[in-house]
């Protein structure tokens, strides 16, 4: 997949990222939603980063460093995976519990992530490796976050 596809492709998972956060924080218990209602908000960031960077592509000015990420370490390429005992939920139910929720939600960020660190590897130009690797990052941070909840609510994953 070309890298401009492949910001495509983050914009709209992003979006979608997005809506799946700001539904499910209303369906949730307080303490989750604080959670699902911060993620919506990271991801509609990274909306506008990807945007940007498409659009200056778009333009002819090539790739740009994404300033307001300067503070997103490298990510751990070997920690981020989505733990083998956990059964992924492809779709969600009617009426989702917490745990429904986080496990597709960790099925997010891990697709967003192995999208990101894909495209990190294809990269070619310095600016385009360091906006990949803020952006993994980024979802490296969400995964954490989401099973952090997860471990905390319902024990490693069964």
């Given at each position: 997949m070309e890298l401009k596809e492949t910001l495509k492709q983050g914009m709209k998972l992003e979006i979608d990222g997005r809506?799946?956060?700001?539904?499910?924080?209303?369906?949730?218990?307080?303490?989750?939603?604080?959670?699902?209602?911060?993620?919506?908000d990271d991801e509609i960031d990274h909306y506008h980063y990807i945007k940007r960077q498409y659009e200056a592509l778009e333009a002819g000015k090539g790739w740009s460093p994404i300033s307001e990420m300067d503070i997103v370490e490298e990510f751990d390429a070997v920690s981020v995976?989505?733990?083998?005992?956990?059964?992924k939920v492809e779709e969600l139910p009617d009426d989702p519990s917490e745990e429904d929720a986080l496990i597709f939600a960790l099925g997010v960020e891990d697709k967003?992530?192995?999208?990101?660190?894909?495209?990190?590897?294809?990269a070619e130009d310095p600016e385009a490796k360091q906006m990949f690797m803020q952006l993994a990052s980024?979802?490296?941070?969400?995964?954490?976050?989401?099973?952090?909840?997860?471990?905390?609510?319902?024990?490693?994953?069964?």
């Open positions: 809506d799946f956060y700001r539904e499910i924080a209303g369906e949730v218990a307080p303490e989750a939603a604080e959670i699902f209602n911060r993620l919506a995976v989505f733990p083998p005992d956990l059964k967003l992530f192995r999208l990101y660190s894909n495209s990190l590897e294809r980024a979802e490296q941070g969400h995964f954490n976050t989401l099973m952090q909840r997860y471990e905390s609510r319902f024990g490693y994953p069964r």
